[in-house]
């Protein structure tokens, strides 16, 4: 895991999203601050993404990417060449009878580079299991699309201290199995209670959380499960995006509400620059 993004699929390629450094003791992983625009965007904001695109260029030492409705990403795609664009959701078959679905090769084929799986509203809203959102998973990297796959506990589990091991189960049924996946996995934490809602963990509580899915990911990938990033989502602001930024073991942030203006993702980003060795 953790190459430059690289297809040979009918000769389609998508675009590099994001180059990580080997993890050390000396060197911090660039950070990855990935915006997920969820049912928003028309064509008249491709201008937002073009200024998004232009302004994340200042920040060279943070990787930036904007996953956006399905129907956006050609023209998005062909509107800021080389900045990353991606999907939402991918379906796991390659083709057939699937109405209103989306397989990775015509995410790519649309000019994206990586794609969200396994989003807490999908899960909820689709009906999503862990082992679909697997599925996904892997058709996506094996077309050398980058994944930023998402987990993340309820309110009522978080509650009954059920956190941590809901998430590690979340991961023991939708990890990819290919480990030697030239597209790069990202994790993405994103406590369901906090999505949308102003309300973020503590740092404390994120730490744990991170450092528990690290531990998962060397078990399963070995000495590549250091170098898939770990992202937190929920309610990132430019407020709170600078004590995120600074926990152990987040490697960057998945942003909704806040990803959708300039305005809002700029700061996020330059907090990433902030917290980027
Ligand atoms: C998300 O949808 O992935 C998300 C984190 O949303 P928000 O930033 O709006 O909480």
């Not at 794609?115 to 892997?138: F, L, N, Y």
């Not at 995006?241 to 700029?266: Q, R, T």
């Amino acid at each position: 895991m953790g190459a430059a993004l690289g297809v040979r699929l009918a000769g389609i390629k998508a675009a590099p999203l994001v180059r990580p450094q080997p993890r050390g003791a000396q060197v911090a992983p660039r950070k990855l601050v990935a915006g997920n625009w969820k049912m928003h965007g028309l064509s008249a904001d491709i201008a937002e993404i073009e200024a998004i695109a232009a302004a994340s260029r200042r920040f060279a030492g943070v990787d930036v990417a904007l996953c956006v409705p399905a129907i956006l990403i050609e023209r998005a795609s062909r509107a800021v060449p080389g900045f990353p664009i991606g999907g939402q959701d991918v379906h796991h078959s390659d083709e057939g009878a699937h109405t209103g679905c989306t397989s990775a090769r015509m995410l790519l084929d649309a000019g994206a580079a990586l794609t969200i799986v396994g989003h807490s509203e999908r899960r909820d809203s689709q009906r999503e299991s862990d082992s679909e959102v697997k599925a996904k998973a892997e058709a996506a990297l094996a077309c050398g699309l980058g994944v930023i796959l998402c987990v993340g506990e309820r309110l009522e589990l978080r509650d009954s201290g059920a956190a941590v091991s809901t998430v590690l189960g979340q991961l023991d049924g939708s990890l990819p199995d290919r480990s030697n996946a030239e597209a790069e996995l990202a994790i993405a934490y994103e406590p369901v209670w906090a999505i949308g809602t102003g309300k973020v963990p503590t740092a404390s509580e994120i730490a744990e959380m991170h450092a528990a899915i690290r531990d998962r990911l060397t078990q399963r990938y070995g000495r590549q499960g250091e170098q898939v990033r770990i992202l937190y989502g929920g309610s990132v602001k430019p407020s709170n995006a600078g004590e995120i930024f600074a926990v152990p073991n987040v490697d960057g942030a998945l942003v909704g509400g806040a990803s959708l203006k300039a305005a809002d993702f700029l700061p996020i980003v330059a907090a990433a620059a902030d917290h980027s060795g």
